[in-house]
């Protein structure tokens, strides 16, 4: 049997799955467990990469290592920006995507070089959370470390560069060799100096984010979908992948699905084969993990909106979906704008969350907890509007992260979206995407390894969710 394995650094935890390339089945060990590992990232929004490195380490050994593994592949969240000095060594803690502090830095670049232009340059438009936008502030608040910065990569490329052997000298096998950090387009094209049309980076664009010149700068080498690069001891490693990007891999997803998933962001995104540029920075035009483009929308508050409603109310998530659940459509008037920490999208970096129609009458457990729901779900729902708006069919959504297993989340969203709802079956689908790219580079070939569903929920639009929540936008 060959194996491939699949990394899944997210911004709360290292997942690793180790699978079967044939069938893409988890493997079992010797003693019959799965081969699945996880260990958790701590919290914040910068974070020292040493920690994810750790984590990573242990999150291998808990699948059962990688000695018996013939390709592996990372993914791991969007934008951070990891900056290295000459000789490989990390300059600062990473400033995550979630790290609102750049949301000036964005507004400027957006205003400097324009939006229109910055979306026709690189399918985006500057917010907080991208690469540059972090680059700005570091430059303006920070210069003396934007001065170090000899390179600069993303979580998922400075986690692969460590994975093949590569660090700083007395930290690792082979050395800061800043040149063999790689990359691939999805990853490439959430930093906002990376033109997916043309699968090349904007040296002109990053140069005025860090004000300074940049084609001194190492920017990690983009891969093809297929391509793959020498790990140790023979081991294949691919390109990797944003997040999304890996799920759109490890769901199949194809012309037509549209993807929902709710984990601490909220994201909706389609595979297309046409590039989006959207001016108004709503639709980021980021590329797939394959040969097309990944059209996203994304927004800052999603399960932990429910895990705050859940607290609370003081009960956990199932006794949450039953208080849902017992509440009609509407949630009697009331209505949560979910904007706990600011939002992205809309970009309201300051924003806060409201709770309007509080009535004695509306005001009970059950209403409160299905207003969480339909507010994080109408929010996700404007962003399916968005991507339409770009041309891009839903023939179905494909609803996946924690959150989609609650039998009310599911049900809410077959009356929230106007597009049939299907959940996959749980699994670690950004982790299974890493898997079936590392499948892809071992074998020249993308594997088409099943996907179940756990639930089709009825359709069932109830427009009054809807109008409410847009009534208090």
């Known amino acids: 049997m060959t194996l491939v394995a699949g990394i899944d650094s997210s911004t709360q935890s290292c997942k690793v799955v180790v699978r079967d390339l044939d069938t893409g089945e988890i493997a079992r060990a010797s003693d019959g467990a799965a081969r699945r590992g996880r260990a958790a990232h701590p919290d914040g929004t910068e974070v020292e990469p040493r920690h994810w490195w750790d984590a990573m380490q242990a999150a291998i050994a808990d699948a059962g290592g990688l000695d018996d593994v013939a390709a592996v592949g990372v993914a791991g969240q969007q934008h951070g920006l990891v900056a290295l000095d000459a000789d490989g060594r990390v300059i600062r803690p990473a400033l995550l995507w979630n790290d609102t502090r750049s949301a000036a830095a964005a507004a400027a670049l957006a205003e400097e070089i324009g939006a229109a232009e910055y979306a026709r340059r690189t399918g985006v438009v500057p917010v907080a959370s991208f690469t540059a936008s972090k680059l700005r502030w570091l430059a303006d608040h920070e210069p003396d470390n934007a001065a170090r910065i000899a390179a600069i990569a993303l979580p998922h490329d400075w986690l692969t560069w460590r994975l093949r052997g590569y660090g700083p000298a007395g930290e690792s096998a082979l050395g800061p060799v800043l040149d063999e950090l790689i990359t691939d387009r999805s ?219 609650s039998e009310a989340v599911a049900t809410v969203a077959a009356q929230v979206f106007d597009a049939p709802v299907v959940v996959p079956q749980p699994d670690e689908y950004v982790a299974a995407g890493a898997a079936a790219q590392a499948a892809w580079a071992l074998t020249d070939r993308r594997p088409a390894w099943p996907v179940a569903l756990a639930a089709e929920p009825a359709r069932d639009t109830r427009p009054v969710i809807r109008e409410q929540y847009a009534a208090r936008r």
């Open 187 to 405: 990853e490439a094209s959430g930093t906002a100096y990376f033109d997916p049309s043309h699968d090349a980076y904007d040296r002109g664009l990053l140069a005025h984010a860090l004000r300074r010149p940049a084609s001194g700068i190492v920017l990690p080498r983009v891969l093809a979908p297929s391509g793959s690069v020498a790990g140790l001891g023979g081991m294949i490693v691919s390109a990797g992948a944003g997040d999304n990007a890996a799920a759109a891999l490890g769901l199949g997803a194809a012309t037509g699905d549209v993807v929902v998933s709710i984990g601490t962001s909220g994201t909706v995104f389609a595979v297309t084969d046409v590039p989006v540029q959207d001016a108004s920075g709503t639709v980021a035009g980021f590329a797939d993990a394959a040969d097309g483009h990944l059209p996203i929308v994304t927004t800052l508050n999603a399960a932990r909106v429910l895990d705050a409603t859940a607290g609370l109310l003081g009960v956990d998530h199932a006794r949450l979906s039953e208080l849902a659940l017992a509440a009609a459509p509407g949630a009697g008037g009331l209505v949560l704008q979910p904007w706990f920490e600011g939002e992205r999208t809309p970009n309201l970096p300051d924003a806060t969350a409201t709770l309007f129609g509080m009535t004695l009458a509306s005001t009970t457990r059950e209403n409160l907890a299905r207003a969480a729901i339909e507010g994080v779900l109408c929010g996700l729902a404007e962003g399916l509007d968005a991507v339409r708006a770009h041309g891009v069919a839903a023939e179905r959504v494909l609803l996946i992260g924690g959150a989609a297993q």
